[in-house]
């Protein structure tokens, strides 16, 4: 079984410990879900659905709270936070994603909401936020009100 970073998945718990769950990642190995985030009732053998995503260890984390996007999926996020190597936009979740100052057309700021696309950077295996929607999106969305012409 193979686990999918930035969306969600259907795991088994095996063990309880004082912080939380740990789920079956299968090759990925245990997965923590921590204690805030455990249902009531939840013992070992139960299957839940999680969301999974890098903790600050880089490490695998699952969580039972809804991001505001999934990987592959675009989204309207605003900057919380910015840094000497780019910004970070707020997705409901612990952790902010980043979006690298190379691929910024323009310097994000602060406050403001942006058209993002999360993927999984293949270098790094960290889900990653693309500001470019218009190179993503409009290849292959076809142009409303002319019929099936597409964008290239």
């Not at 299968?26 to 053998?45: H, N, S």
Request: with cysteine.
């Amino acid at each position: 079984m193979n686990v999918k970073l930035g969306k969600y998945n259907q795991l088994e718990v095996v063990k309880e410990v004082d912080f939380g769950v740990y789920l079956d990642g299968g090759d990925d190995g245990e997965i923590l879900l921590p204690a805030r985030y455990v249902p009531e009732g939840c013992k070992p053998g139960d299957v839940l659905n999680v969301f999974l995503y890098l903790d600050n260890e880089e490490r695998l984390i699952a969580t039972t709270l809804q991001p505001w996007v999934q990987v592959g999926e675009f989204a309207c996020l605003e900057v919380a936070w910015i840094n000497e190597f780019g910004a970070f936009l707020n997705w409901g979740l612990m952790k902010d994603l980043f979006v690298p100052f190379r691929e910024q057309k323009m310097k994000m700021q602060k406050g403001r909401k942006y058209i993002v696309h999360a993927h999984v950077d293949e270098d790094s295996y960290r889900i990653m936020l693309l500001p470019r929607w218009n190179a993503i999106f409009l290849r292959t969305v076809p142009i409303i009100g002319r019929g099936r012409k597409w964008i290239s």
